[in-house]
């Protein structure tokens, strides 16, 4: 078969089938918010060529661990959606690691896409309780994709509660599918160290997890009933020593 996104065979091989769509691997990396690019700095070299044109989530190849770990071997959907490298993952649950588990740090070298929704997000909820501009990454006592932290769109640190915000994007599939189980182990990684999320579901997405917040989209209304729920995990005590005073009207 040949796809949409040139991987597979070539179009022109006698007996191939072209399909008008992009290939599962590409879908999934789609899904995951992660580039082919990635897979292949961290897939052995001698497997990058294979890589490169691979199409099935579930072919096996060999992986490197940044922290110089021995490879192992694992399914392009467990590179992306498990733990990563064995040894990491069990560190990872060791004593040492577990002291600094639930810890918000500012990770300096963090590269993520902010859209102008989650902008507009940190500026409502900046109007109604301080946020902390310090911080953007919590230590877990688990690896998520390779790595002993997570990273959620916003971090209340002094109420150890984290706020993300979800919808289904212009292709009308982020934060579903696999993504909606990577969404779901997130959130249980930081329940894990005491953390809880509060979620915005929005553009038709369902409930996912206990604290959230479904709505067409975001409004001042939206964030109010953000603020509510966490007077509902944390208390009112808690957040009040948070409160910025009236939220402006927009």
Known sequence: MSFRCGHGASAGDDGVVALRRVCPLCMLLDETHRSRAELLGRVAPPQRAALARETRVGA??????????????????????????????????????????????????????????????????????RLHHGVNAVRIARTFFGRQEVWPDILIPQLRIAVEYDDPGRSRRAHKGLKEASDLE????????????????????????????????????????VVACMRRIRGDDAVDALVTGRPAAS
């Open 60 to 129: 096996t190849y060999d992986w490197r661990c940044a922290r110089g770990h021995d490879r192992y071997a694992a399914t392009v959907r467990e590179v992306l959606t498990g733990p990563g490298c064995p040894k990491c993952a069990v560190n990872a649950a060791g004593p040492s690691s577990v002291r600094e588990a639930g810890v918000a740090f500012m990770n300096p070298g963090l590269r993520v896409r902010t859209s102008q929704t989650e902008q507009r997000l940190r500026m409502l909820l900046g109007e109604r309780i």
């Open 186 to 225: 997130k959130d249980e990684a930081l329940r894990e160290v005491g953390w809880e999320v509060v979620r915005i579901r929005a553009g038709g997405l369902g409930e996912l997890g206990q604290h959230s917040v479904v709505c067409n989209a975001l409004t001042p209304a939206v964030v109010d009933e």
